[in-house]
């Protein structure tokens, strides 16, 4: 029975019940140790009962370097069902497990996905309750996989329910985004109940007191406090602690201490060995103990007293996460050597064996630092870099040899690196730098520095690390590799810094079949001329990702920078083609840490060619994505990208929300401005213009065209904006300065659209006499550049022209072809627009039509193109990474938006 939870019992059952229905939920239990999280956790399993399947795994201190040690303790009961997964995530699950045979390496993203397709099977004949206790212990492989997996559920009949710890030397959980509930002491009524049900109702008053006060309504003190109070109160001067003169989890520790202390000396060992052995395995756990002269029956005393249980599974499971605790922490330093050398000794071959070999280690041992480095690189091959860099500087101690122990630090450096642990990774490069002069070293660890300072948001810092670090003697695939780390920095920090990197890049001696070489010589020929820089004609994208490929090229990842310098210079249709193939190639692959940035690019070319919709559809799967991931960057330039479409449709309410987000949307290490502020500018820039407020679109556009990311593809394409709106104002000349560089910018680029859009702006910028053949030879070469709303706005322009020139019969066939364009592409605010002036020639103009705008969300248009081209649910959540009940889910909500009662009517609808 709990007491005092009744609020937290109907949290849960809300939580249970929305999953009966198939709707998918996750929640969160924070507080003390001992405040009751386990409690409610079991009184969930208690109210699931028979109804739901029931899944359970808990974080273990001494398993949190051991690479999805709680994935897959939790998942095993559905390994039987690997087969059902589509083969990128059977294949990385099984990579994470230590099932493949060949040894793949786990793409952490793809495990993520894995889990969440077991869930949703082992969810398919009846609800799935997922409980996680101690998640604060989960090794951070395990826990990156089942938040990811959280985040993805919609519609599959998971409860997913974690708990937590706070308060304590444990590492607390970040705030992850779901539903929380932080419980905290019991009233002190409720507190009184539970100690008269635990201590009897004869307790004396004054122990009862003491012990309400000491326990302050943490319910396992109230559970244990009792045992060790003895039924007096203290005598005067007696050493007892007073209330608040130890934290209560210290007091809690030693009533532990004292519960285990009347213990026979075998069975504290055993449960010594139980608690040291990180999964409890009774088939583990009791060897150890007999290699130690202790035989199974001394687990009997233990299992008397309450203190532990053997499980159905053969697991020793402790009355509680601290009685582990406890018990190792009252262990002296040479028990503990001796416990994991025995657990060693019993082991197979493997990694858990080689830590518990490393934790009794006290000297360095050569052969288990290598074994040791080992284990790291098979955690850094199922990406758990955590653990990879643990085992890394572990080794490191354990290596006699100076030059080798170097080595392995700066391997951890880097490993830490990959997982984000930036302070870590800088002390260990200051320690590994401090140890060594190898020019290579130094190099590899500037690179780990200019990562945490990038990540921090010190994005100069950052980038003279790296093209300094380029700079010193190391082999040209090296210093290749930072240049392109370089030039992604110093596009946040101006456009000499990103001339400078390119300079440094086109000499670089690389060797005509080094797999970078083709990206190498593209990169600095696509956007030094769009700086105003001479450089070679690029060749085709696709001619360089063939070449790039056929020399060994990673893909899509080492072609992802490709696919984003096509826009730098206006090759937007190459975007399309490329960014299409290698979307498709990293869905095919699963390799979904890419997928946000090259559908970011893919968006943005879609945008530009009038295709809203499309654009809109891509963004928002590449925004969950990115959120699941954890890609800040990306998240705010989306979420931006976002916004601009809002802006285009005129949603006041949703642009400037999202503009907020985007805004907002900063790392947690990170002091740098959001990722996505020039977009943020463009869009808020555009909803004024579109809006008639021409000042604060000017005032928008001259900061973004003229600051320090006028380079930036969203600044170099707004000029056109801030010449619409500085005319309007009649200040041209705000605009002069942008325009000259967005000349040049149009030359270089040699595009039809973009001589286009200079002419529409030289046609505003006057001379009036010359402006009617600038607007005339606009719009000719529009007319096959496929860029509709670009071509409605500078028809636009040209009929309100005509009109102020009283040429109003002129005017109308423009400004009709301008409103039904906008109409077709809701963009309403320029449809309001051109209708006025429509109006303004003398012929009334059609009411607003409520046109052709989907009803679908973008999510259901996605799953019902892939449906009407007859992929089966199943094959529809490979490619989009859900689950098949969300799949499902989401066409029942979409036939009757579209009138339709079955897929069948899909392809004719849509």
């Not at 029956?297 to 309450?306: F, I, R, V, Y």
């Not at 990774?425 to 060594?436: F, K, P």
């Not at 809203?612 to 931006?640: F, I, K, N």
């Not at 969300?857 to 449906?867: D, G, N, S, Y």
């Amino acid at each position: 029975m709990l007491y005092g939870r009744e609020d937290e019992q109907s949290v849960v059952a809300a939580l249970l019940e929305a999953a009966r229905e198939g709707r998918s939920g996750v929640l969160l239990l924070r507080g003390e140790p001992g405040i009751g999280k386990t409690a409610l956790l079991d009184h969930a399993v208690a109210l699931a009962g028979e109804t739901f399947r029931v899944i359970r795994a808990a974080g273990v201190e001494y398993e949190a370097e051991l690479p999805f040690a709680g994935l897959s303790l939790l998942l095993a009961p559905g390994l039987d069902r690997l087969h059902v997964l589509p083969g990128p995530q059977r294949r990385a699950l099984e990579a994470a497990f230590g099932l493949a045979e060949d040894r793949t390496p786990a793409d952490r993203l793809l495990v993520g996905l894995a889990t969440l397709g077991l869930l949703a099977e082992l969810a398919t004949e009846q609800p799935l309750l997922c409980i996680i206790d101690d998640a604060q212990w989960l090794d951070d492989a395990s826990l990156d996989a089942l938040l990811l997996a959280a985040r993805r559920l919609q519609a599959e009949g998971v409860a997913l329910l974690f708990a937590t710890r706070t308060g304590s030397a444990a590492p607390e959980l970040p705030n992850t985004g779901f539903p929380e509930l932080r419980l905290t002491g019991l009233s002190e009524p409720d507190a009184a109940r539970l100690l008269e049900h635990r201590a009897g109702p004869d307790l004396p008053a004054a122990v009862r007191d003491r012990l309400l006060a000491e326990a302050a309504g943490n319910p396992l003190a109230l559970t244990e406090l009792p045992v060790t109070a003895g039924a007096q109160p203290p005598a005067t001067g007696s050493s007892a602690p007073a209330p608040g003169g130890l934290p209560l989890t210290s007091r809690l520790l030693i009533a532990f201490h004292g519960q285990v202390t009347g213990l026979p000396p075998a069975t504290q060992t055993l449960l010594l060995v139980a608690a040291a052995e990180e999964s409890g395995e009774l088939d583990v756990v009791l060897p150890a103990a007999a290699a130690l002269g202790i035989p199974a029956e001394h687990l009997g005393p233990a299992e008397e007293s309450g203190l532990a249980a053997v499980t159905p599974e053969r697991r020793i499971a402790f009355r509680h996460p601290l009685l582990r605790a406890a018990i190792l922490q009252r262990a002296p330093h040479h028990q503990r050597l001796a416990i994991h050398q025995a657990i060693a000794g019993v082991l197979p071959d493997g990694d858990r064996r080689t830590w518990h070999q490393a934790l009794a280690a006290t000297a360095p041992d050569a052969a288990l630092a290598e074994a040791l480095e080992r284990t790291a690189v098979r955690a850094e091959a199922r990406g758990a870099h955590g653990g990879a860099a643990a085992a890394y500087e572990r080794a490191a101690r354990l290596t006699p040899d100076r030059d080798a122990a170097t080595r392995r630090l700066v391997l951890a450096a880097e490993a830490a690196t990959e997982e984000g642990r930036l302070a870590q990774a800088e002390a260990l490069a200051d320690e590994a730098g401090a140890r060594t002069d190898d020019a290579l070293a130094h190099a590899l660890l500037d690179q780990v520095r200019a990562t945490a300072h990038f990540w921090r948001g010190s994005h100069p810092t950052a980038y003279r690390l790296l093209l300094d670090a380029a700079g010193t003697a190391i082999e040209a695939p090296y210093a290749a590799r930072m240049l392109f780390q370089a030039f992604h920095t110093a596009w946040y920090v101006g456009e000499e810094p990103v001339v400078a990197v390119l300079d440094r890049l086109a000499a670089l001696p690389l060797a005509d079949d080094d797999p970078l070489t083709p990206l190498a010589r593209h990169l600095p020929a696509a956007v030094l001329p769009a700086l105003g820089r001479l450089a070679a004609r690029p060749p085709a994208a696709g001619d360089t990702a063939a070449a790039a490929r056929k020399a060994g090229a990673e893909t899509p990842v080492d072609l992802v920078q490709l696919c984003g310098a096509t826009l730098i210079l206006g090759r937007d249709d190459e975007t399309a083609e490329l960014g299409g193939e290698l979307v498709a190639e990293a869905r095919a692959k699963g390799t979904i840490g890419v997928m946000p940035t090259l559908q970011f690019f893919l968006a943005e070319a879609e945008l530009f060619h009038g295709r809203h919709r499309d654009a809109e559809v891509t963004a928002t799967e590449a925004l969950a994505l990115a959120r699941d991931t954890g890609q800040h960057q990306w998240v705010s330039q989306l979420t931006a990208l976002l916004a601009y479409l809002a802006a285009l449709d005129g949603a006041t309410d949703r642009c400037t929300r999202l503009a907020a987000e985007a805004l907002a949307a900063t790392g947690p290490q990170t002091a740098a401005p959001a990722a996505g502020r020039p977009w943020v500018h463009w869009a808020l820039a555009l909803l004024d213009l579109g809006h008639g407020r021409a000042g604060d679109a000017a005032d928008r556009l001259h900061t973004l065209t003229t600051g320090p990311h006028r380079h930036h593809v969203s600044a170099t394409r707004a000029v056109p904006d801030l010449v619409e709106a500085a005319v309007r104002l009649g200040t041209p000349e705000r605009a002069a300065e942008p325009y000259e560089r967005f000349a040049r910018w149009t030359a270089a680029a040699d595009r039809p659209w973009t001589e286009a859009l200079r002419l529409r702006c030289q046609a505003l910028l006057g001379p009036d006499e010359l402006a009617e053949s600038a607007y005339r030879a606009a719009l000719d070469l529009h007319e096959n550049a496929h860029r509709p709303f670009e071509q409605a706005r500078t028809a636009l322009l040209y009929g309100e022209w005509l009109r102020r020139s009283r040429r109003r019969t002129d005017a109308r066939p423009h400004l009709r072809a301008a409103l039904e364009t906008f109409e077709r592409l809701a963009a309403h605010p320029w449809a309001a627009r051109a209708r006025a002036e429509l109006t303004a020639t003398g012929t009334p103009a059609p009411a607003p039509t409520d046109t052709p705008h989907s009803p679908l969300t973008p999510q259901e248009l996605q799953i019902a193109r892939l449906a009407a081209q007859g992929l089966t649910n199943r094959e529809i959540a490979a490619q989009l990474f859900l689950s098949p009940r969300t799949v499902a889910h989401h066409l029942y909500k979409a036939y009757p938006k579209l009138d339709i009662t079955s897929r069948t009517d899909l392809p004719t609808t849509l």
